[in-house]
């Protein structure tokens, strides 16, 4: 079946600090990648999304880039800010389902 | 529009006691879902419903029962209540096969 494996957090940087979450996936085909946002005691909202590789997503100054081989889209940001606190999940849809499969979430803090 | 709205937003309960938690949805979206969120464990299906008039069992279904009463609206139902039932929900849905998710702003459950 479809997996999403990310890294665990928390992960705490300082203001302007260059952000990677890792994500690596496991699905049959050829699946859609996405990585959703969610704020504190608020529901997940799309950051972004590629749907075949090769592709790169970007949202808010946020990156990720779907690649096929290394069956990963790890998301960047140059700069992260204190209002990107936040936990971010990847997740894929993929096989006949059609199914959103979620990563556990990466805490991520931005000291001032 | 509103979006995914969902009722209530907070909610305890006694061991054994039964709950309706209602979602609806603006977008004219044909798939819903219900969720839970667990620290640790991410986001898990817990049933959806690609269409009206269908519903199908995700990855922990055990506890709950749903109802797509129209397009608008899926409701998630517990019969009877469980400590481990302890949790976030989250109400999404979705216009087509890979397109964004949206979602509600959650519902914290507590099952004493």
């Known amino acids: ?112 | 529009n509103a979006g995914v709205t969902q009722t209530p937003k907070f909610q305890v309960l006694k061991t054994g006691q039964s709950m309706t938690l209602q979602c609806a949805q603006d977008m004219n979206h044909n798939s819903m879902y219900w969720y839970r969120q667990d620290p640790g464990m991410g986001l898990r299906l817990i049933y959806y419903s690609a269409s009206e008039g269908t519903t199908d069992k995700g990855e922990v279904p055990n506890g709950y029962n749903v109802s797509r009463l129209n397009k608008r609206e899926f409701s998630l139902r517990l019969e009877s209540a469980a400590p481990s039932q302890t949790s976030v929900y989250f109400c999404a849905s979705r216009e087509d096969r890979v397109g964004e998710q949206f979602f509600g702003p959650g519902t914290r459950l507590t099952v004493l």
């Open chain 1, 1 to 112: 079946g479809n997996s999403v494996t990310q890294m665990e957090g928390p992960v705490t940087l300082s203001e302007e600090a260059f952000l990677t979450i890792n994500c690596t996936y496991t699905a049959t085909g050829y699946p859609s990648l996405f990585w959703y946002v969610q704020y504190p005691g608020e529901g997940l909202q799309l950051l972004l999304k590629a749907t075949k590789a090769d592709d790169k997503g970007s949202n808010k100054g946020f990156e990720a880039t779907y690649r096929k081989e290394t069956t990963s889209f790890h998301l960047e940001k140059g700069s992260v800010q204190v209002s990107d606190s936040a936990v971010y999940f990847c997740a894929l849809i993929g096989g006949s389902n059609y199914k959103l499969t979620f990563g556990k979430g990466t805490l991520l803090t931005v000291n001032p």
